[in-house]
């Protein structure tokens, strides 16, 4: 009779073991799955953070390059701009500069004109011998005006109203020879043969003469000359 009731003890210790341990077994078990499922979502969780992070520091990358690329672009049309205006501003300085050489050229244009009308005033005051030193002056500066072959011709002039005709004929023949198509040319020649004919200079004169019809034909000094040469050949 103790035999059974020893093995129902026996077999109520063992079941009390076999649930210790599956309750030791399920403690255990559980206290490492949730330590597991804890470290694998953490880094889940970093992960999805560092690519938020990545995610808006590309969105702020990109958006700052567009920044740049906007701000390149206006420094471009900016750069344009700039040398639009300074191609601008170069052409109005040469205006500027053209309009003052421009202002230049005609004062001294008026400068010259002066300086010619106060000889030709002199010598129709009859102020002969100033009058040679202006128009001497004046050729001397402006060999290349339109007036130096007038003032050549008329510092002959001032000798040969003074009867001086060696000095005459000196001044007209540089009319000839550094003015001949001017339009006094015909007239000095004129007067060069009449200073040989007042120094009787008969030869020279009719030469002089001769080379007026040749070279003005249709002038009025040609005609002239054609009477003189024919009054220094007698007639002939």
């Given at each position: 009779?103790?035999?059974?009731?020893?093995?129902?003890?026996?077999?109520?210790?063992?079941?009390?073991?076999?649930?210790?341990?599956?309750?030791?077994?399920?403690?255990?078990?559980?206290?490492?799955?949730?330590?597991?499922?804890n470290k694998n979502s953490a880094p889940q969780s970093e992960t999805a953070q560092l690519r938020t992070q990545i995610q808006t520091l590309q969105n702020n990358q990109n958006a700052a390059m567009a920044r740049m690329d906007s701000m390149q672009r206006k420094t471009e049309t900016m750069s344009s701009n700039i040398e639009?205006?300074?191609?601008?501003?170069?052409?109005?300085?040469?205006?500027?500069?053209?309009?003052q050489s421009e202002n230049k050229n005609q004062d001294s244009i008026n400068s010259i004109s002066s300086a010619?009308?106060?000889?030709?005033?002199?010598?129709?005051?009859?102020?002969y011998d100033l009058a040679y030193e202006e128009f001497k002056l004046f050729v001397l500066k402006n060999p290349k005006s339109s007036f130096a072959a007038n003032a050549q011709f008329y510092m002959g002039e001032c000798f040969f109203v003074q009867k001086a005709w060696q000095k005459a004929a000196d001044e007209y023949i540089k009319v000839d020879k550094n003015?001949?198509?001017?339009?006094?040319?015909?007239?000095?020649?004129?007067?060069?043969?009449?200073?040989?004919?007042?120094?009787?200079?008969?030869?020279?004169?009719?030469?002089?003469?001769?080379?007026?019809?040749?070279?003005f034909p249709q002038s009025p000094e040609s005609a002239m000359a054609k009477e003189k040469i024919k009054a220094n050949n007698n007639g002939k």
């Amino acid at each position: 009779m103790c035999s059974p009731k020893i093995k129902i003890v026996g077999a109520n210790q063992n079941m009390k073991n076999f649930l210790f341990i599956l309750l030791f077994l399920s403690i255990a078990l559980t206290g490492c799955v949730f330590p597991f499922a804890n470290k694998n979502s953490a880094p889940q969780s970093e992960t999805a953070q560092l690519r938020t992070q990545i995610q808006t520091l590309q969105n702020n990358q990109n958006a700052a390059m567009a920044r740049m690329d906007s701000m390149q672009r206006k420094t471009e049309t900016m750069s344009s701009n700039i040398e639009e205006l300074q191609d601008e501003v170069l052409k109005l300085k040469q205006s500027i500069n053209d309009m003052q050489s421009e202002n230049k050229n005609q004062d001294s244009i008026n400068s010259i004109s002066s300086a010619y009308q106060e000889a030709y005033s002199d010598f129709s005051a009859k102020k002969y011998d100033l009058a040679y030193e202006e128009f001497k002056l004046f050729v001397l500066k402006n060999p290349k005006s339109s007036f130096a072959a007038n003032a050549q011709f008329y510092m002959g002039e001032c000798f040969f109203v003074q009867k001086a005709w060696q000095k005459a004929a000196d001044e007209y023949i540089k009319v000839d020879k550094n003015y001949p198509k001017s339009d006094v040319a015909a007239q000095s020649l004129l007067k060069l043969g009449l200073s040989y004919e007042h120094l009787n200079k008969k030869k020279e004169a009719i030469a002089v003469f001769a080379s007026i019809v040749k070279k003005f034909p249709q002038s009025p000094e040609s005609a002239m000359a054609k009477e003189k040469i024919k009054a220094n050949n007698n007639g002939k």
